[in-house]
């Protein structure tokens, strides 16, 4: 199933990450460069990365020129994520190209790769709530509340991860067919955000 493998995969991303703890620490990739396991594993260390860029420019203290820095490089850091979850995607559609789609197929809210896109930052969720519950310098309450919150992530993984297993089959069997949308994000595409092209024309 798609996704005991995603999570798996994903579990073994976020445990690699937390060796060095490090933005920049380079990915060590074990599997094969065009298989979805590849895929599975950088989507998930580039969220991996980009949720602890999230947390240091959330520093009441950074400076702001350092402040900037950080918010370029999580807009770079998010368009690595949407290529990713693409190929992804384009994995899905190769994989299923030749099936039969019943004349009365529908499609999904969303495509396979958007829904594993949503299962790996859960899986960040889930480890950094647990974390919170082990935390020795906090509150009983405090471990408390965490605990509860883990609780409801986790019962969400169970019935994400059901939902993409699901609509997964039904593909396969042409219950249902994929329509991918390829993403325009406008913000840092020169041709279409309206500060970047007239400043290149200046």
């Not at 690699?16 to 895929?39: G, R």
């Not at 949308?181 to 200046?202: A, C, F, G, H, W």
């Amino acid at each position: 199933m798609i996704s005991l493998l995603s999570n798996s995969i994903f579990k073994n991303v976020i445990s690699d990450y937390h060796i060095h703890d490090d933005v920049d620490y380079p990915i060590n990739n074990p599997y094969e460069k065009q298989s979805l396991e590849h895929l599975l594993y950088l989507k998930c260390w580039i969220d991996t990365a980009q949720w602890h860029m999230e947390d240091i420019i959330r520093n009441p203290n950074i400076e702001p020129r350092e402040g900037l820095y950080w918010k370029r490089r999580i807009d770079e850091s998010n368009q690595h994520r949407t290529d990713t979850v693409e190929y992804i995607d384009s994995y899905f559609l190769q994989q299923y190209k030749g099936i039969n789609v019943n004349p009365l197929a529908s499609i999904n809210t969303e495509s396979p790769a958007w829904a594993i896109d949503r299962l790996s930052i859960l899986a960040l969720k889930i480890y950094h709530m647990e974390q919170e519950t082990l935390r020795n310098d906090a509150s009983v309450n405090h471990n408390f509340e965490c605990q509860k919150k883990l609780n409801i992530l986790l019962e969400q993984r169970k019935d994400l991860s059901q939902g993409i297993d699901e609509l997964i089959s039904a593909i396969e069997t042409g219950q249902k067919y994929m329509k991918v949308y390829r993403q325009m994000k406008m913000y840092n595409d020169p041709s279409l955000n309206p500060i970047l092209y007239t400043v290149k024309e200046l």
